[in-house]
């Protein structure tokens, strides 16, 4: 396989390393943000099945199923990209690939019908099933113009489904780790556009407030 010399990957780390530090920070700080909406989705979501809320439930089973999926996606683009090692930096981009190939085939079933009967029975303004379809229609269009080159990366770089050495080592080392990241922050882009909706939602129920008002009356 061929790997950066010594001196081209000194180079290219003196060159990268306040991009990759700033990367890590960025990353960091997110995850933080990630990770306590996390917590407070677990936990109001506890609250809520106390009460008999199916729809309620829904709507933080499918708000914690793309906070995880981008958790994933923020932890191993970040380390794809700050890894100096070859094969490291290979490593993680092939299960970034499948980490995004399987992102758009789950997401859009978890917000398929039962979870927009769910929206539907809950909230009124149908302006959140239109974000919600528009979100589910960007990860469509993702999947059609990347699936083939992701699915080939998962099959035989990450699954190694194909037994085949020698095609395994050719498809780690064509890997374009530049087009993973720009693709990764793309689906990213699709994902961060759940959770205004989300919270919206949320605030509309104000959901908190009937579940204080319901521990009061016990």
Excluded at 3 to 9: D, G, K, T
Excluded at 64 to 72: G, M, P, T, V
Aim: charged share 25%; glycine share 2%; with cysteine.
């Amino acid at each position: 396989m061929k790997q950066p010399n010594i001196l081209a990957n000194a180079i290219e780390r003196t060159i990268l390393a306040v991009p990759r530090q700033s990367l890590r920070w960025n990353s960091r700080k997110k995850l933080r943000a990630l990770l306590g909406a996390m917590e407070t989705c677990i936990a109001t979501r506890a609250k809520v099945s106390k009460l008999n809320l199916p729809d309620i439930e829904r709507l933080f089973d499918a708000s914690l199923f793309c906070l995880i999926y981008e958790a994933d996606l923020t932890v191993l683009s970040r380390d794809m990209t700050c890894r100096s090692a070859w094969w490291d930096s290979r490593l993680y981009a092939r299960l970034l690939a499948m980490t995004m190939l399987e992102c758009v085939e789950d997401i859009p079933a978890v917000l398929g019908k039962s979870f927009r009967q769910a929206l539907t029975n809950v909230v009124t303004d149908r302006v959140h099933l239109q974000q919600i379809s528009k979100m589910t229609g960007a990860l469509s269009d993702f999947r059609k113009n990347h699936e083939h080159e992701l699915r080939e990366i998962r099959q035989i770089a990450a699954a190694h489904r194909d037994h085949d050495s020698r095609l395994v080592a050719s498809s780690i080392e064509r890997l374009d780790l530049r087009k993973l990241t720009v693709l990764s922050q793309e689906l990213g882009s699709s994902l961060m556009a759940f959770y205004p909706t989300m919270t919206e939602v949320l605030l509309e129920l104000n959901i908190l407030r009937e579940i204080l008002r319901s521990r009061s009356n016990k």
